[in-house]
C-alpha cells in the first residue's frame, strides 16, 4: 500500500484556469454521495472504533461536517476582500469536543449532505470574476482563489475518505 503524505505536509500549486471550476465543482458536490456509498460499504462495528488514538470512520465524517461553517466563512471573507481568509483551527477542537462517535452515522451524513449543498449553491451562483477573487491562506501562505479553495476542499474531503478507507482495512484484518 502506497503511504499517504499527511494533511499538513502536502503542498499545492494553485495554477488552474477558471474554466476548470465546473469540474472542480462537480468534486464538491459529489462528495456527499461518495461518502454515503463509502461509509454504508463498511459494517456498522468498525464506524466507531479508534486506532492508536485517531479518530475512527465515524469521527472523520463528523470533522467534514465540521468544517462546512469554515467553509461558508472563508466565502465571508472573499466577499468582505479580506487579505487573508480565516484561520482554521488546526488543533480541531470542534471535532475533538463534539462527541460525534455517540450520533448516529445517518445525522451525520443528513448534515453534512444539507450544508454541502448549501455550500455549493453559493459556488453556483459565482460569476468568472468571483471564482478569481484571492486572498491568502493563512496556513499555506500563499494566495488562493475561490477556485482554488474549492479545489482544496475537494482534496481535503478525499484525504479523510483515503482516511476511512485506511482505517476500515486496519479494523477488517484485526
Known amino acids: 500500500m502506497v503511504t ?15 474554466g476548470i471550476f465546473p469540474s472542480i465543482l462537480e468534486r464538491v458536490r459529489g462528495t456527499p454521495a461518495r461518502l454515503e456509498e463509502l461509509v454504508h460499504s463498511f459494517p456498522q462495528l468498525i464506524l466507531t472504533p479508534r486506532i492508536n488514538a485517531s479518530w475512527s470512520i465515524q469521527e472523520h465524517v463528523g470533522h467534514l461536517f465540521d468544517l ?37 452515522i445517518g445525522l451525520l451524513l443528513t448534515m453534512f449532505r444539507a450544508s454541502r449543498g448549501e455550500f455549493v449553491k453559493r459556488l453556483e451562483s459565482m460569476d468568472n470574476a468571483q471564482v478569481a477573487r484571492s486572498a491568502i491562506h493563512p496556513r499555506l501562505k500563499k494566495s488562493m482563489r475561490v477556485i482554488d479553495m474549492a479545489f482544496f476542499v475537494a482534496e481535503h474531503d478525499d484525504h479523510h475518505m483515503a482516511s476511512m478507507t485506511e482505517i476500515a482495512q486496519r479494523l477488517k484484518r484485526q
Open 4 to 18: 499517504r503524505i499527511k494533511w499538513f505536509e502536502r503542498q499545492f500549486d494553485f495554477q488552474y484556469p477558471i
Open 68 to 104: 462546512e461553517e469554515l467553509h461558508f466563512g472563508r466565502l465571508e471573507d472573499y466577499d468582505a476582500n479580506a487579505q487573508t481568509l480565516r484561520p482554521a483551527d488546526l488543533k480541531n477542537q470542534q471535532t475533538m469536543d463534539a462527541n460525534h462517535n455517540a450520533k448516529p
